[in-house]
């Protein structure tokens, strides 16, 4: 258990200036903590009466009789249903959900993206562009993988999802996650957690902003089971940051926006709902620095699955099948003997779609560039194109370290159904399945011959 006690200007998280209140280590901890003196009730989770004049709440990402469940009591100047009114339904035409299917757009097939370009006047709502959906929102099962495009700071402004954790992959500017259990700064080779239910309000510390985001409609993201690899390596526990509690005590016109089984509903309430003085449980948003992942590869030949590079899982009601896992390519050593070290030519049941943070993956000579994307869809063939081929094939293979390199992948045990912004308004690059159509026949049925 952590237990930390911060102090904030209360206009901080509005205005974007000011020291930032901390954070608290570890995965899955039970932590508390308390911006204001003894905030936090001792021994009880519901006196008759919390100190402050606060109420006591809690906060519930599990059914309370799931194993391990997950819930956190928090201490706020108003109870969250002061948070919400009456609502109206608004459309957001750029956000969406699974299923959602066009009969006039073909999922199938090997896709790559360029860079999308952000515009002006978008924020965090307005700026979600939504690249492919798995699944089903309405029975929390799949999820869907999206752009962010961000110029302007939510004012006055606050958004929560009921259908979904949101992964946060940052590519390019530096974002302020403003949440009621505390704030998360995020910028570039970090990623964070937003769980569902979890009211924050996004602003822009340095833009323009564009970065990834999977939407996980299914069980929360959890670090893998090591198995052999043991208790060390990959993605620690102790890299992972919680935000320590931080709260507004603000009277002013908001409005709350919620999404809700795919639709998107607005209600207007008269104050900041980040109200939360004091906060203790398991259930919390969280940052991580990807520079802290320790890959483990083979030291003498072959190529290992690519499962040993996921940061984070989601799992499915099929063991060993993800809902989603997160994977991450890194900068890495590479010194196996007599082997191809690229990623080899496969198709298998995973869908995988990949981004890339900077630099140049190793599978893909050209073409796959910073703040891009690419779609492999389940049971279709992919590889390293040509000039990656011959140059995996026919190089030196002394020991080499592979620098200037972090992309990652969003895979999914589900088909990811291309949206119709996707198809026809992304930058998505034709000739992409081109970049295998210059490999060559190099058969030759003499005896011993490579």
């Not at 965090?124 to 869907?144: F, L």
């Not at 939510?154 to 009921?162: C, H, I, R, T």
């Not at 140049?360 to 000039?387: C, I, T, W």
Request: aromatic content about 10%.
């Amino acid at each position: 258990m952590n237990k930390d006690i911060a102090s904030l200007d209360l206009q901080m998280a509005a205005t974007g200036v000011g020291t930032h209140p901390g954070y608290m280590p570890g995965w899955g901890n039970d932590f508390e903590t308390e911006a204001l003196p003894a905030a936090l009730p001792e021994g009880m989770n519901s006196p008759q009466r919390c100190n402050y004049g606060l109420y006591g709440e809690q906060l519930s990402g599990t059914a309370f009789t799931a194993p391990g469940p997950e819930r956190t009591w928090c201490y706020r100047i108003r109870p969250s249903v002061k948070h919400v009114h009456r609502f109206e339904k608004i459309d957001m035409p750029h956000w969406k959900s699974a299923p959602h299917m066009d009969a006039d757009i073909i999922s199938l097939g090997q896709y790559r993206w360029n860079p999308l370009e952000a515009g002006e006047g978008l924020d965090w709502i307005t700026g979600m562009r939504t690249m492919t959906t798995a699944g089903d929102v309405n029975t929390q099962v799949g999820m869907a993988s999206h752009i962010y495009l961000v110029t302007e700071s939510m004012v006055d402004s606050y958004f929560y999802s009921a259908d979904s954790e949101l992964l946060v992959v940052p590519q390019q500017g530096r974002l302020r996650f403003a949440t009621e259990l505390g704030v998360i700064d995020l910028e570039p080779q970090e990623i964070a957690i937003l769980p569902r239910g979890l009211v924050y309000r996004v602003e822009v510390l340095e833009g323009p902003c564009r970065g990834f985001v999977c939407e996980n409609y299914g069980q929360k993201f959890d670090l893998p089971g090591r198995g052999p690899i043991g208790a060390n390596c990959l993605a620690n526990p102790r890299d992972f940051k919680t935000p320590v509690a931080a709260f507004e005590d603000r009277e002013v016109n908001s409005t709350v926006t919620v999404k809700w089984c795919g639709g998107f509903h607005r209600t207007q309430i008269g104050h900041s709902p980040l109200d939360v003085v004091a906060w203790h449980g398991n259930y919390a948003p969280c940052k991580y620095d990807l520079k802290t992942f320790c890959p483990v590869g083979a030291i003498l030949f072959d190529h290992p699955d690519p499962s040993i590079f996921t940061v984070l899982t989601a799992p499915s009601g099929v063991e060993g099948t993800a809902n989603i896992d997160f994977v991450l390519f890194r900068e890495r050593w590479m010194v196996a003997e007599d082997t191809f070290r690229p990623p080899w030519y496969h198709k298998n049941v995973m869908s995988e779609l990949m981004g890339n943070i900077y630099g140049q993956y190793d599978a893909k000579e050209e073409g796959f560039v910073p703040g891009g994307m690419s779609l492999h869809n389940m049971m279709l063939p992919h590889g390293p194109d040509r000039d990656a081929f011959e140059k995996a094939s026919m190089s030196n293979l002394g020991p080499n370290k592979l620098e200037n390199t972090m992309s990652f992948m969003f895979e999914t045990r589900f088909p990811q159904h291309l949206t119709a912004f996707a198809a026809k308004e992304a930058p998505l690059q034709d000739d992409y399945i081109d970049c295998w159509t210059s490999l060559e026949k190099k058969f030759d049925g003499t005896p011993g011959r490579k």
